[in-house]
């Protein structure tokens, strides 16, 4: 265990590790650590849950109101329910995690090592750009009530109780239950802290899964680079009359190789899936709703600012969302058909026939296609992103019609 926390502490999984570690669900964490964490959050989200469903008790007989209320409140829902969800599924990130080492440490050619690297590369660098997006829309979404209230008493002086009143009901619902007058500036810190640490958790979970994508379309490109080179090997002086029998060998031990790798490579693809596949069916299924209710807010409060920038921070935030998982989904489809493809283009007719038969099983499971899914009824890709776009704008479009 210490050994593969120190390989992560010390590679570019780093920042993975600390955003994991900040949401309490880095497996490699000391336990009472962790339980300590999970205490406070438990009790920033129950409070917050309440508070929320309070007020949606409260608007009840309004339809408009009501939907103002569910956009926050099925945040706060599904973000609870990943928190948990990842807290469950602990010794399987562990797993996936000890697996990722353990891929590193194998032996391998200096090529191959390379290939790895750049995928790794590529995942820190737009974990980054991921992280700081999705955690700056949040930002906005936050801290909007605050800066327009700022704005709003430098231009016209102080704000009074009444103005202050309303301005919090049109931003936040949860404040209908409490004395705005007096608890304006601690209940905006705690909703806040809890949509803020909610995106953040939302990020770490986002964040494993790209690095677990990219590491598995690493294996597979490496695969593909040792397939292309089955045939190649150096004489080093051989005498002829060897080197034909050097020759199978070699080609031999390359196909089994191969072999080895497609099978770690489809092993750690099904367990990503397998981790990923009950949480996003939770998303997938929700999001064209969430899709068309934020949109909807947006259109009906297009002419008031102060609820203009939270609601298209969090409609940005969701599209993003949405996009980025099925196109990460997509490119274990694209990475899989690829190896087809090399092992397919192959000269073949130059190996051996117990080779041969070995490369026919990797082009007939390469055939098969390799997917991340929701639920195992809804495949992460292209075409499901496009279906969940219109699916919302079809639900927005309804909506608008009632209004």
């Known amino acids: 265990m210490c050994d593969v926390n120190d390989f992560f502490c010390e590679s570019n999984y780093n920042n993975l590790r600390i955003l994991l570690t900040i949401c309490g669900v880095w497996p490699f964490q000391e336990l009472r650590k962790r339980c300590a964490m999970y205490v406070g959050f438990t009790f920033l989200f ?18 408009f109101e009501v939907f103002d209320c569910l956009s926050m409140l099925f945040y706060s829902i599904t973000s609870t329910f990943k928190f948990i969800y990842t807290i469950y599924k602990l010794p399987k990130i562990k797993m996936l995690l000890v697996k990722i080492q353990e891929h590193w440490c194998s032996p391998k050619t200096d090529q191959e090592t390379k290939i790895l690297r ?6 820190r660098k737009f974990s980054y750009i991921y992280a700081g997006t999705i955690v700056g829309h949040a ?22 109780a009444s103005n202050q009143t309303q301005e919090a009901q049109s931003t936040y619902r949860i404040n209908y239950m409490l004395d705005l007058q007096m608890r304006y500036i601690p209940l905006l810190i705690q909703c806040s802290i809890c949509e803020v ?25 490496a695969l593909r680079y040792r397939l292309e080179r089955a045939l190649e090997f150096e004489d080093n002086g051989i005498d002829n009359i060897l080197i034909t029998a050097f020759a199978r060998n070699k080609c031999y031990s390359n196909i089994v190789y191969s072999v080895r790798r497609h099978t ?23 999001n064209g709703s969430l899709l068309s209710i934020v949109g909807f807010q947006l259109m009906t409060n297009k002419e008031n600012i102060n609820r203009l920038l939270p609601y298209a921070s969090y409609l940005n935030a969701l599209m993003l969302n949405t996009f980025f998982e099925n196109w990460q989904g997509q490119k274990i489809i694209d990475c899989n058909e690829k190896v087809h493809e090399s092992a397919y283009k192959l000269q073949w007719y130059r190996m051996p026939v117990v080779s041969q ?5 990797i082009m007939m499971r390469s055939k098969k296609p390799l997917t991340i899914t929701a639920g195992k009824l809804i495949v992460l890709c292209y075409v499901t992103f496009n279906a969940v776009m219109r699916t919302a704008f079809s639900y927005f479009t309804l909506l608008r019609s009632v209004q």
């Open 357 to 361: 038969k070995l490369l026919i099983m």
């Open 264 to 286: 770690e490579a489809i092993q750690f693809a099904t367990a990503i899936e397998s981790l990923y596949r009950f949480p996003f069916f939770i998303h997938m299924v929700t």
């Open 118 to 123: 750049s995928y790794l590369l590529f995942a």
């Open 197 to 221: 640490y909610y995106t953040i958790l939302l990020t770490a979970f986002n964040v494993l899964y790209l690095a677990c994508v990219q590491h598995c379309c690493g294996l597979f490109a």
């Open 46 to 63: 129950v409070s917050v849950m309440i508070f929320e469903l309070l007020c949606l008790f409260k608007v009840w007989p309004d339809f």
């Open 139 to 160: 930002v906005i979404f936050a801290l909007t009530p605050l800066i327009t209230r700022f704005f709003y008493e430098t231009s016209f002086g102080t704000i009074d």
